[in-house]
């Protein structure tokens, strides 16, 4: 594995990040980019942008964070924006990927029986009736992209829509009503936790920032994520100190710092608390297994 100082952010893979447009779609099969990959897409994230991946033939293994699956297709994924993954397929493989911009993932929401905060990976048989339903979707949303491209926006949001319940109903996180102000409140904590994990605030830093009270908010992250505010802020800090040591050749030092810890050995007593290991041994550990 090629290791690197940063976890690369990609718009599609291997061409740089960019900014995008306003209800952003791109729809492509995974064996377009062959010359890029061969096969072997190494650990990245998009930031603005969540992406469907439909394994419709072939096997390999699906990595998500520090989680990986050895899959055979159908299977089908769903990741969003900067969250971490990667996989390693056979020649014979291949997949749809159907990217979609942030701010139109959020209008889907409300619609969507999928929590779009959350990635997911999925397996079955092809026996099951509801996988040739996502086929037939998924064949769809690929057409109608190569025939009318990003002008389709309103055909294909729908078909999308209809994709990311299907994966619901298999097995995803059922989201939460939309019209809860607690729901909305935690989903706000969230990406304001996303932005500023790094600068070690206080709880009530959050509170002043969304403008409500300490009581809400500690609601709103037990209702939504079944986690304390400070446990969300913790595991925000340690799921960005797993990536560093995974994916990039920054020492345990600089890593702890990156995440907010000024002190070394406060951030390794704070890792090993999280996790069992000290970040170094946690590193080993888990490079063998790649």
């Not at 992406?51 to 072939?58: D, K, L, N, V």
């Not at 990986?68 to 990741?79: D, E, K, L, T």
């Not at 009503?177 to 969230?190: C, D, I, K, N, Q």
């Given at each position: 594995m090629v290791m690197r100082s940063e976890v690369p952010n990609f718009f599609v893979y291997g061409e740089p990040s960019r900014s995008l447009e306003v209800g952003f779609l791109h729809v492509e099969t995974v064996m377009e980019r062959k010359t890029v990959h061969f096969g072997h897409v190494s650990p990245h994230k998009h930031p603005l942008m969540g992406?469907?991946?439909?394994?419709?033939?072939?096997?390999?293994?699906y990595r998500i964070e520090d989680e990986?699956?050895?899959?055979?297709?159908?299977?089908?994924?769903?990741?969003p924006s900067n969250v971490v993954h990667a996989f390693d397929v056979g020649e014979n493989a291949d997949a749809i990927v159907v990217s979609v911009s942030d701010d139109m993932l959020k209008?889907?929401?409300?619609?969507?029986?999928?929590?779009?905060?959350?990635?997911?990976?999925?397996?079955?048989?092809?026996?099951?009736?509801?996988?040739?339903?996502?086929?037939?979707?998924?064949?769809?949303?690929?057409e109608d992209y190569r025939e009318r491209g990003a002008e389709g926006e309103k055909v294909l949001s729908g078909l999308i829509s209809v994709v990311l319940s299907l994966m619901g109903r298999i097995g995803g996180r059922a989201?939460?009503?939309?019209?809860?102000?607690?729901?909305?409140?935690?989903?706000?904590?969230?990406?304001?936790?996303?932005?500023?994990y790094r600068k070690d605030w206080p709880v009530g830093t959050y509170v002043t920032l969304?403008?409500?009270?300490?009581?809400?908010?500690?609601?709103?992250?037990?209702?939504?994520?079944?986690?304390?505010?400070?446990?969300?802020?913790?595991?925000?800090?340690?799921?960005?100190a797993k990536r560093l040591l995974l994916f990039t050749i920054r020492s345990v030092e600089d890593i702890g710092h990156e995440v907010g810890f000024d002190d070394p050995a406060y951030f390794s007593r704070f890792f090993r608390r999280m996790t069992g290991e000290a970040p170094a041994a946690w590193r080993r550990h888990h490079l063998r297994q790649e």
């Open positions: 992406q469907i991946t439909y394994w419709f033939q072939g096997s390999g293994t990986s699956w050895n899959f055979s297709a159908p299977a089908v994924s769903f990741v209008a889907l929401a409300p619609q969507v029986v999928l929590d779009l905060d959350a990635p997911i990976f999925l397996t079955g048989q092809p026996a099951d009736p509801v996988w040739p339903k996502l086929k037939v979707l998924l064949d769809m949303i690929f989201a939460l009503p939309s019209t809860s102000l607690t729901v909305s409140l935690g989903l706000a904590l969230r990406r304001e936790i996303d932005l500023h969304l403008a409500t009270t300490p009581h809400l908010l500690d609601k709103a992250a037990r209702e939504v994520f079944g986690r304390s505010v400070k446990e969300l802020l913790l595991e925000r800090r340690l799921l960005e």
